[in-house]
């Protein structure tokens, strides 16, 4: 069974950081390509940041760029999202998932989701 696990979310001040954790489970991590997305009570989803597993090429939004990093471990099989110099419109759920590619994944064409962690930003 496919697991993705998010965890990292809470409550920050403007201009705190916060590090979200993916960890994933029952899949080749190498064959994937993860992404973080988010989505605000009465907004659409939107993509937020993606790495390819196996080449490591990343995808950020416009929105976090410059603020927020994504990285992976691959001997952790987990996917970071570094988040710093939040703002109040960061606040979302952010949810991760995982599909067959990079374009694919950013796209939001994902073969798994894994269940949201709440980041709130107080301004």
């Known amino acids: 069974e496919v697991q993705l696990q998010a965890s990292g979310g809470g409550l920050v001040q403007a201009g705190g950081s916060l590090r979200l954790s993916c960890a994933a489970s029952?899949?080749?991590?190498?064959?994937?390509?993860i992404g973080w997305f988010r989505q605000a009570p009465g907004k659409e989803r939107e993509v937020v940041s993606c790495v390819s597993t196996s080449d490591r090429t990343t995808y950020v939004a416009d929105s976090v760029k410059g603020r927020f990093t994504i990285s992976s471990d691959n001997a952790k099989n987990t996917v970071y999202l570094q988040m710093n110099d939040l703002k109040p419109e960061d606040t979302s759920v952010y949810y991760c998932?995982?599909?067959?590619?990079?374009?694919?994944?950013?796209?939001?064409?994902?073969?798994?989701w894994g269940q949201g962690t709440l980041v709130t930003v107080s301004s």
């Open positions: 029952g899949l080749t991590f190498d064959d994937y390509a």
């Open positions: 998932a995982a599909g067959s590619d990079l374009s694919r994944i950013v796209a939001g064409f994902a073969g798994y």
